[in-house]
Structure formats: structure tokens, C-alpha cells
């Protein structure tokens, strides 16, 4: 997780933002004083305290991510043994590569990554799976990141993102499948965003060359 | 990623990484494209002009056949059928814009010649948003009630305060969201995977203060109640399609085993088979390269050498010709589970022609329910 991200902040970095915000949702009788943790104490101490064990390990960046690795494997293990007809485009390309057939010249992040996978061995289901996930925990880091940068620092409202990034049917069903360059371009672009975006300096050298590579491979990656 | 840059720029120091990380996206887009522009350029010196298809036309086809569901609907009341295939929705859209040759394949140039038409699709597209944003495969209709969450709090906290809190989502996500607007196919949930991630992240800026005054009792059991309907949902209506079948996987790996020395020389096989084996289907002859994008494609005028070489036995006795001895098979895939090829993008299937096989030796055959694969051995000739 880059510095700077959640932990010791309410809202990126905007606690007076955070409690005038708060304190209107007590005139409109949205919220009653005693649950605004951000005016009884310091917004970061007090919001980190709420929440169950499940709901704190939820609310990590680890505990999310497990949480949308298991329903991607449900997918996978559900549905995985399918291409769709999306990928076989990109299997066909990388094919073609490697067999000297014709191919279409699109961007060529896809084809090169299943090229190598297929070439190493792997079967038609195990490459798109290995690719559907790493593009799925990017997709969901990123998104994870880029919540802290403006949602509030509450374990509930994490463990709430991380339950819905996990199950929303977007990611959860095959439309996170079937066009694994969508799927892995929008990976990309979101992580890079996340890297961008978030608020802090730390470590912003490690950031910046992070999202070059990453963003390189966002850019050779049309569907 | 230009959107990103472009206005990671315009806030400077305000957001995340400001100017610096602007630079840093900018030279991640050029470091992409010349990588992309350098693998394509490798690729086709080692294939020959023959071997490869340029693409030239793809976003030129892309706008084309993504015509706004409004005008689609209107057009489908008209001529009931007429908007069901990319191709026909392709041809909608030449007439209102004229085609690739008549815009000299500039959809800019269409767009300008046709003012009215071009204002109708641009005041009309927008709505396919919300329309696939409702999918059940994309945020479902329930996307509705934590969007509203997010008026009322940008009611309670003031239009400009509450977006202004938003800053650093914009700058990621207001390209995507403008290119979704104007540009995408609607109703095709996996274009909108560069979006969702803004909408989710708004959704829960919009029920933030509700989870915070709801008591954890509430919060747990409500979590745990989306998380088995999803888990339900993933399990029984995780795919909509289907793109292969036991019967289909079983005589790829067949034809992967037999063709895995040297390659077999296979007449024109559906894409979920030609696709997912991995070993040369097309060795002696390889089939000509497929611009399915092109106009002439749309159309069906398909040009004379593409047909000659798509012919099965023009590619037979071409193979032979150039010294090609061995496996040569014809595959005859009778699948009924699901529709193996489709008109438009598998014309080779239609033009290869169907040759005698009363006389070929049946090689293997796999049948599970009412589908069936047969491959005939055209090497015995």
C-alpha cells in the first residue's frame, strides 16, 4: 500500500472537510451526534475503532483482496472451463504468433501474455484464469486505494467496498471474464489511477516508476 | 490515460501526485503505444503484407456498429430484425452517415456531412449508460438505490463541496466516464468494467453515512446477506454464453495430439476449436487473412483471392504443391448445444465448399448428446 493512504487520515488528508460534512448530517437528523466519531475525538483514531474482527480483516487491503479472490475462484471453478467468445479472439491472435497463421494487428499486451502462457504449457482455461486474476486483484487493490482517497477511514464503509467490489455482479460474473483484455486493461488503468490519484508524497519516486510500467502496459492494451 | 494526464496537469498539486504524475502517465501512454506500434511492426515484416490485417478500420467499425439503443429501438419498430447483428448495425449507421468510402474512412467526416444525423446520435447516446449500467450482468437495477444515496448527499452537503470532494475520482475516472457517454456499445456490460470502479466508489460515498449510523448488528447482517445472494447469483447465472461444449473440448484435444509434431493441414474449424488447440491446424496452407471489419466484409463482397484461397480444395492441392505431406483432415462438427458459427464473422465456413467424404476414412468421431465431431482422413487420396 503506498504511504499516505488511509490509516492515519479521515479523509485523504481532509479532517476539517470531514467534520463540517458530518455535522450537517447531524442538522438534516441523518446521524445522531453520538455516532460521529469524527467530532467527539480525532477522526482517525475514533473510526478506526469500529468494527468486528471480521469486519477489520474485511476492511485490509489483504482481507478484501481474499474476499474477491474467493469469488473469482468460484467463478472460475463454476464457469472457468468456458473461453467465450470474446477470448478467443485473443487466443487465436496469440496463436497465430505463434504458429505464423494471420493475425490482426491490434495492441498487443493480450496476445503476448497468452502467447507466453500458452507456449509455456498452460491450457487454454489455466492462462485466461492466471490473467483473469491478476487482473482482478489489481482491479480490486486499485479500487481499494482509491476509496481511501476520499471515503471515510471506518472499517465498516472498507469491509462494505471490499463486499461489494467482491459480489457486484460487473466484476463477479463473466462480463470480468469474457473479454479478458477489457478486463485487464481496466485492471491497469485503475491501479495506475490508484497509484496516481491517492494523496501523499511518500515514496513517490517508487510510485511514479510503478505507474509507467503499469501504465505502459494499460496503453498496449486495447480490446 | 491522455484524460489522466491531461488533467492530473490541470489540478497540479491538489491531486495525488499533481504534474509530476502527469508526466509519469503521459510517458506510460507513449511508452505503450510505441511498444505497440514496434510488436505490430515485428509482426507484420515477418508475415508478409498477405499474413496481416492492419485494423485500420476498427474504430471506424467500433462507432458504427454502436449505434444509441434509442435509435436502434426506433429502427427495430420500423424493420422488426434490423439491429440484431453487428453487421446490420453497421449498415444502419452508413445510412445515416454513408459508408467508409464515402467518409474516406473518417468518422469525423461523417459526423460533419450529416449535422442532423450527427446531432440526433450524439443527444441519443448517452442514454445507453444508464441502460447497461441496469444489466444483471453489469450493477443490476439495485445500482439505482446507492446512487440515489449519493443526490441526497450531495444535496445535504452542497453540489460544489460534495464534487469538489471528489477530486481525486475525477481526474481517474472523467475521460472514461465521457468516453462511455459518447462512444461505447451499449448493453455490453464488459466495456463498462473502466467505469465501474467510479461507480461502485461514488455508491459507497453515497451510503458511507448510513453504514455509519447503522448498528454493526445491521451492517453484519446485511453484508452477509449480499455476500451468499451474490455468491448464489456468481454459482447459478455467473455466464450468459456459451462458447464450447464437452464434444467440442474432447476433438480439440484429439486434433492437439495428432497435430502436435508437425502440424495437420484442417479445413476451416469453428473459432472455439481453431482457437483453444494449440498446434497448427493450417500448415501447408494456411487460410488468408480476415479483415472482418473491413466494409467489404460487412457488405459480403468478399474479394476474389480470399475466396480462392478459403476454397478447401484450392488449399489441398496448395499444400500439396509446395511439398505439404502430411495429416490433412477435414472436421465435420454437427453441434447443436450451442451455435458454433455465426454468419457474419466465419464467412470461411460458408465459401471452403463442402467436399465428397463418402469415400474418406473416418478417423474418430466424438458424440455426446446431440453434438457430434467427425474427422475424415484427407491424406488417403
Known amino acids: 500500500m503506498p504511504p499516505g493512504l488511509g490509516g492515519h487520515t479521515a479523509i485523504g488528508g481532509q479532517p476539517a472537510q470531514f467534520a463540517v460534512t458530518d455535522a450537517r448530517l447531524v442538522e438534516v437528523g441523518a446521524m445522531s451526534r453520538t455516532q460521529l466519531p469524527g467530532l467527539t475525538s480525532r477522526p482517525g483514531e475514533a473510526a478506526s475503532s469500529g468494527g468486528g474482527v471480521p469486519t477489520r480483516f474485511l476492511a485490509s487491503i489483504p482481507g478484501g483482496l481474499a474476499l474477491v479472490l474467493l469469488f473469482r475462484g468460484l467463478y472460475l471453478v463454476r464457469f472457468g472451463g468456458d473461453p467465450c467468445w470474446m477470448n478467443l479472439n485473443f487466443l487465436l491472435e496469440a496463436k497465430a504468433v505463434r504458429f505464423g497463421n494471420a493475425v490482426e494487428l491490434r495492441m498487443p499486451l493480450s496476445r503476448i501474455v497468452l502467447y507466453l502462457l500458452r507456449e509455456a504449457g498452460a491450457s487454454t482455461a489455466l492462462s485466461l484464469g492466471a490473467i483473469y486474476l491478476v487482473a482482478h486483484s489489481l482491479l480490486a487493490v486499485g479500487i481499494f486505494w482509491l476509496g481511501r482517497a476520499v471515503l471515510r477511514n471506518d472499517p465498516r464503509v472498507r469491509a462494505g467496498l471490499a463486499i461489494v467490489v467482491a459480489g457486484v455482479p460487473m466484476f463477479a460474473t463473466d462480463s470480468g471474464y469474457r473479454n479478458i483484455a477489457c478486463t485487464l486493461g481496466a485492471a491497469l488503468f485503475v491501479a495506475i489511477a490508484a497509484l496516481l490519484v491517492s494523496p501523499g508524497r511518500q515514496r513517490l519516486g517508487l510510485r511514479l516508476c510503478a505507474a509507467v510500467v503499469l501504465g505502459a502496459g494499460a496503453a498496449s492494451c486495447r480490446p | ?381
Open chain 2, 1 to 381: 490515460m491522455a484524460g489522466l494526464a491531461a488533467l492530473l496537469a490541470l489540478a497540479g498539486s491538489r491531486v495525488g501526485t499533481g504534474r509530476l504524475g502527469a508526466a509519469a502517465a503521459g510517458l506510460a501512454l507513449l511508452a505503450g503505444i510505441v511498444l505497440g506500434e514496434l510488436s505490430n511492426r515485428h509482426l507484420a515484416t515477418a508475415r508478409g503484407s498477405a499474413g496481416v490485417v492492419w485494423g485500420a478500420s476498427y474504430s471506424f467499425y467500433a462507432f458504427y456498429n454502436s449505434s444509441p439503443l434509442l435509435l436502434r429501438l426506433v429502427s427495430s419498430l420500423q424493420h422488426p430484425g434490423s439491429t440484431t447483428t453487428e453487421y446490420l448495425r453497421y449498415l444502419g449507421t452508413v445510412n445515416l452517415f454513408g459508408s467508409f468510402a464515402d467518409n474516406h474512412g473518417s468518422i469525423t467526416h461523417g459526423l460533419v456531412h450529416h449535422p442532423g444525423n450527427a446531432v440526433l446520435w450524439l443527444l441519443t447516446k448517452p442514454f445507453d449508460l444508464p441502460a447497461t449500467i441496469v444489466l444483471p450482468d453489469a450493477l443490476t437495477p439495485i445500482a439505482a438505490l446507492p446512487l440515489w444515496t449519493v443526490v441526497q448527499r450531495l444535496r445535504r452537503e452542497g453540489l460544489t463541496k460534495g464534487l469538489a470532494s471528489l477530486a481525486p475520482w475525477w481526474v481517474a475516472f472523467a475521460t472514461p466516464l465521457l468516453f462511455d457517454l459518447e462512444w461505447t456499445q451499449g448493453l455490453h456490460a464488459p466495456y463498462l468494467l473502466f467505469l465501474a470502479p467510479f461507480l461502485l466508489l461514488l455508491a459507497m460515498w453515497g451510503i458511507e453515512p448510513w453504514i455509519g449510523r447503522a448498528s454493526a448488528k445491521a451492517v453484519g447482517k446485511v453484508s452477509m446477506a449480499a455476500l451468499l445472494s451474490a455468491a448464489l447469483f456468481v454459482g447459478l447465472a455467473g455466464s450468459r454464453g456459451q462458447s464450447t461444449s464437452p464434444v467440442v473440448r474432447t476433438a480439440t484435444e484429439w486434433l492437439e495430439n495428432r497435430c502436435a509434431d508437425r502440424g495437420c493441414l484442417v479445413n476451416a474449424l469453428p473459432q472455439p476449436m481453431e482457437a483453444t488447440g494449440w498446434a497448427d491446424f493450417q500448415a501447408g496452407a494456411p487460410l488468408p487473412a480476415k479483415d472482418k471489419r473491413a466494409e467489404g466484409f460487412v457488405f459480403g463482397n468478399y474479394p476474389k483471392g480470399y475466396r480462392d484461397d478459403v476454397l478447401w480444395s484450392n488449399r489441398v492441392a496448395r499444400a500439396i504443391q509446395r511439398g505439404w505431406n502430411g495429416p490433412i483432415l477435414y472436421v465435420r462438427p454437427e453441434i447443436s448445444s450451442f451455435k458454433c458459427w455465426t454468419t457474419d464473422f466465419d464467412p470461411e465456413h460458408r465459401l471452403e465448399g463442402e467436399p465428397r467424404l463418402d469415400r474418406m476414412p473416418l478417423l474418430a468421431s466424438f458424440q455426446d448428446g446431440t453434438d457430434r465431431v467427425d474427422v475424415f482422413d484427407f491424406s488417403v487420396r
